[in-house]
């Protein structure tokens, strides 16, 4: 089995820690500031490649399945540390930067996105 791991940071954005074997990919993002969720990850969350809401933690067969759930897992944690927002930006600001970030791991572990 071959495994490849790698810590993609850049400021401003979300720390991401990608790994790709041979059966697909997982991914722990960070470093968001003042992330705590109150809550676990419920059964048909886990069912979702969702694994930890802190720090968000997801797996996946592909790319896109792996930058979708990592966003999901994101809005999910901000959710469960601050409850409903007063304003969807909030959530969307997070959403967009680990969406970025998810990316730009996958470009640096040489995926073609």
Request: no cysteine.
């Amino acid at each position: 089995m071959t495994t490849q791991t790698l810590t993609y940071d850049r400021q401003n954005f979300p720390r991401v820690q990608l790994t790709k074997d041979d059966i697909g990919f997982s991914a722990i993002i960070d470093s968001i500031s003042g992330l705590a969720p109150d809550r676990s990850v419920s059964p048909e969350e886990i069912g979702k490649g969702i694994l930890s809401l802190d720090p968000p933690t997801v797996e996946a067969d592909t790319m896109r399945e792996l930058i979708d759930r990592s966003m999901l897992a994101v809005s999910l944690a901000v959710e469960a540390t601050i409850g409903t927002p007063d304003s969807i930006a909030e959530v969307l600001a997070v959403r967009y930067r680990t969406g970025i970030a998810v990316r730009g791991a996958l470009s640096a572990l040489g995926e073609d996105i």
